[in-house]
């Protein structure tokens, strides 16, 4: 088993910066992609941003410029850097945990929302 803690929402006024930190525990591997998603009032849970433990990152067009992903492997933490923010970045962001040796395994965090608003 793996549990997520994050952290770092909050309500932050359009053109503002939050940082949202996710902290995994228990059986983490060495190789694994840590990930953020958003999910708004009424849709779907997207992928926001995704680091491999070899740093490697993906992120969704409507953040790329504005969302830095990072990592920090000896904390087993991922970082979310978010500037720029605007109204349609508010949402419950979650972290994810993702592995697949021995097997594939995907954890959840709890979420933590973000309110872009003035």
């Known amino acids: 088993q793996v549990q997520l803690v994050e952290s770092g929402g909050g309500l932050v006024q359009p053109g503002g910066s939050l940082r949202l930190s996710c902290a995994a525990s228990?059986?983490?591997?060495?190789?694994?992609?840590m990930s953020w998603y958003r999910q708004a009032p009424g849709k779907q849970r997207d992928l926001v941003a995704a680091?491999?433990?070899?740093?490697?990152?993906n992120y969704a067009d409507s953040v790329k410029g504005r969302f830095t992903i990072s990592r920090d492997n000896a904390r087993n933490t991922v970082y979310l850097q978010m500037n720029s923010l605007k109204p349609e970045d508010t949402a419950v962001y979650y972290c994810k945990y993702s592995d697949v040796y021995p097997y594939r395994r995907d954890y959840w965090g709890q979420g933590t929302q973000v309110t872009v608003s003035s």
């Open positions: 228990g059986s983490v591997s060495s190789f694994n992609t």
């Open positions: 680091i491999t433990t070899g740093g490697s990152t």
